[in-house]
């Protein structure tokens, strides 16, 4: 690992000014538990590392109108967060799934979106809640959905003078519930070979909306819009929830390598899709 600058800025503004100057050159830091690993492989040679733990606004967790979730908010405060573990369950349960307990007590959910790893945990259950990024840049803020905010493998829309400063999530409503659930081969220190995020909310006895959203089946997290489509206004019976399964699993498009086949994946996908379902129903009341 080559030597670098660090620089520990006080104000999202003087990190603006940083990223404005430097650039391409600098990366940013908060727990460091996907950075550091890729610069001690050379993967990547950043001239400049920026230090995020001066700024308050990343760090915040708040829950008023909506849940904001600060980019450098760690996965184990999200874990234990009481306004998460109520209407925003499946948040703290994928926050639960990354890597180990001292991994969770470092790693941050802006990492976890940032480094836009296809099998990234934080992901699935924030598309499915119809999360935004807020991002911050040299002509102000934006808000982009995070369904759109990953482009590819390790590839998100912010730019080189921006940064990821907090996910806004809407409220869920009365009788919403989630779920997320993976498949590893271990039980922690592992990635997910298919992960499912589902959200559901119930209207006089009806699905009002579904949501599903899948990891680990294509290059970026993918909504399942046929399931989802199949369950909204219809009650949501276990015959329903199957026909939603396999819609799923014909969404998704992932490849075959070392930790599974294609085939297997899409199975998983089907299976994962009917649990979480069931078990976001449930949670939803109903």
Same mark, same amino acid.
């Given at each position: ?17 940083? %990223? ?57 405060? %999200? ?83 921006? %940064? ?123």
């Amino acid at each position: 690992m080559r030597r670098f600058d660090l620089v520990l800025p006080n104000t999202l503004e003087d990190c603006l000014k940083i %990223l404005a100057e430097r650039g391409a050159q600098a990366k940013l830091v908060a727990g460091g538990t996907d950075l550091l690993p890729q610069m001690k492989n050379g993967m990547l040679r950043p001239a400049v590392v920026v230090d995020l733990s001066g700024i308050a606004r990343v760090r915040q967790v708040g829950n008023g109108n909506g849940l904001r979730i600060g980019a450098a908010a760690t996965a184990r405060e %999200l874990e234990l967060n009481p306004a998460l573990r109520s209407a925003y369950l499946a948040i703290a349960e994928s926050a639960a799934m990354v890597g180990s307990l001292q991994i969770r007590n470092l790693a941050t959910v802006g990492g976890n979106l940032c480094n836009a790893a296809p099998s990234a945990d934080m992901a699935p259950p924030l598309v499915a809640l119809e999360a935004q990024a807020v991002i911050a840049g040299p002509k102000g803020e934006r808000r982009v959905p995070l369904s759109d905010f990953f482009t590819g493998v390790r590839k998100t829309v912010v730019g080189p003078d921006e %940064l990821l400063v907090e996910i806004f999530v809407p409220a869920p409503g009365p009788h919403s519930g989630g779920s997320y659930i993976r498949h590893t081969p271990r039980r922690e220190l592992d990635i997910a070979v298919v992960g499912v995020a589902s959200q559901v909310t119930i209207a006089n006895g009806v699905c009002a909306k579904a949501r599903i959203s899948l990891a680990a089946v294509a290059p970026t997290p993918v909504r399942a819009t046929a399931a989802e489509a199949a369950l909204e206004g219809k009650p949501l019976t276990p015959e329903l929830i199957e026909r939603a399964a396999d819609l799923a699993g014909q969404a998704a498009k992932p490849i075959s390598d070392q930790r599974g086949s294609a085939d297997f994946r899409r199975h998983l996908v089907r299976i994962l899709t009917r649990r979480t379902l069931t078990t976001a129903l449930a949670r939803a009341g109903a």
